[in-house]
């Protein structure tokens, strides 16, 4: 078994504390030379030799755009790979580049470099950076203050004791347990966490581990930055001046839910056998961001087995992964932990559990002033007009009669129906008794009133 630190002392822990805030476009520079991408010339050699065997001929210009480095570190590798006869010079273009193709011998190291790794992509960055970079664009920068909650959730309708609690949590470096019945807004207060940051950070396309390379970037929970939308990605691999490395992708902090479905090899790199390629785990994939657990106590893996897994990241702020091979490694950890449950937390685990998660919030049902105004609020949001008298009209008729609790879910839920209603029927845009009555009477199983 193979181990890889970052440090000379493997027990040193990654130290998060003060660091420096750097905008993320200057922490990623371009690299001019093989020897700054910090990869071997052989990985990037096998990489180049992929693409053009999937491109079948290829320009500079395109394996640049490809692999994500500049056209002088793709001609150092076209000529290293043309000493090993593995690349021929093909007739050159129509705009006068010069196109390259791969030998008979460099089709067979094609081959047996996809035999070794399907991934075909950008360059990955060696981990030595990744780490680096996780530290200095972590969330804990930014002071969570009491301002700043305000100023981000006045229009979200949350009590100001909730806010208050949520807030010292964010500047903790614990987990977060949030619990209450649903409908109370745990999913949404949470999915607007990232708001209070307000930045970006850059996301690597892949890592490389000892010559393994693990897919990282995720177009499915990553959201890029427009960045240049002008700029032809070609022409700024040829301009060194330009932005960061762009084996690095600018993106919106990342926000990642995940509820039932969540397995306990979600939380490990996954090896797929058809791609032959190296997935991250999800909370690789949310490091810089937010990693929302929801549902708890529903998922295939048990709270007690994900607390156990995650007791030395949660404790040390950081995780060790293993590839199939047998190597193990260290990644920061560097993430807002969150879990969200409707079920009651002592039901779940017991106390000393509990005490390692360090914060429990408790979600509740507005008050009826809070519930009215964001009755109003998502009237303004569907166009809809509503009188006071209707709006007491459903607080006297219904929740008084039916003990329902004022939810947060309940008016964009309710007057959706309203919305259809008037849409179908042709009305004007006035909510009135009766169409309360029918979304009323659409919205729950049965009444009792």
């Known amino acids: 078994m193979t181990a890889i630190s970052m440090d000379n002392d493997d027990t040193t822990p990654i130290t998060l504390d003060n660091a420096p805030s750097i905008p993320p476009e200057q922490l990623a520079k371009r690299p001019t030379t093989i020897t700054e991408t910090g990869l071997s010339e052989q990985l990037l050699i096998q990489l180049l030799i992929k693409h053009i065997q999937v491109l079948n001929v290829a320009t500079i210009r395109e394996l640049s755009v490809t692999l994500a480095l500049s056209g002088g570190i793709i001609q150092l590798l076209i000529n290293s790979a043309k000493d090993s006869a593995w690349i021929e010079n093909r007739q050159s273009a129509k705009n006068g580049q010069m196109r390259y193709a791969l030998s008979g011998t460099g089709s067979e190291e094609a081959e047996l470099a996809f035999a070794h790794s399907g991934y075909i992509g950008p360059a990955p960055v060696p981990l030595t950076q990744y780490v680096n970079i996780v530290i200095q664009q972590t969330s804990r920068n930014t002071q969570i203050t009491k301002q700043r909650m305000q100023e981000t959730f006045q229009s979200l309708m949350f009590s100001e004791a909730l806010t208050n609690a949520i807030g010292p949590a964010l500047n903790s470096t ?3 347990l949030i619990y209450g019945q649903p409908g109370v807004g745990k999913s949404y207060l949470c999915r607007n966490l990232n708001k209070l940051f307000n930045d970006d950070v850059l996301i690597p396309s892949a890592i490389e581990i000892n010559n393994h390379i693990i ?22 691999l040829f301009r060194l001046e330009l932005g960061h490395d762009p084996r690095w992708h600018l993106c919106q902090r990342p926000l990642i839910v995940t509820g039932g479905e969540l397995t306990e090899s979600m939380l490990e790199i996954n090896f797929d056998p058809v791609s032959r390629t190296y997935k991250a785990p999800l909370q690789l994939k949310a490091n810089n961001g937010i990693l ?19 007791i030395i990241p949660l404790e040390e702020r950081r995780d060790f992964l293993f590839l199939p091979n047998g190597v193990h490694f260290e990644m920061p950890f560097e993430l807002i932990l969150l879990f969200s ?3 009651d937390p002592a039901d779940l685990v017991d106390e000393a559990f509990l005490r390692r998660l360090g914060y429990k919030i408790e979600f509740n049902p507005l008050e009826l002033n809070s519930y009215q105004k964001l009755w109003f609020n998502v009237c303004d949001d569907f166009n809809l007009s509503c009188t006071i008298d209707t709006f007491e009209y459903l607080i006297n008729t219904y929740h008084h009669q039916t003990k329902k609790p004022f939810l947060p879910c309940f008016p964009r839920d309710l007057l959706s129906i309203i919305s259809d209603q008037i849409k179908f029927n042709q009305l004007n845009n006035n909510v009135n008794n009766g169409l309360i009555d029918i979304a009323w009477k659409h919205y729950f199983v049965s009444q009792h009133h």
Do not use: C, M
Not at 293 to 301: F, H, P
């Open 174 to 176: 614990k987990p977060i």
């Open 215 to 236: 897919q990282v970037y995720d177009p499915q929970v990553h959201i890029l930055v427009a960045e240049n939308k002008d700029e032809d990605p070609a022409n700024s």
């Open 292 to 310: 929302l657990l929801d549902d708890l106590g529903r998922q295939k893996i048990t709270p007690v087995q994900l607390f156990n897994r995650w």
């Open 341 to 343: 449950t409707n079920l």
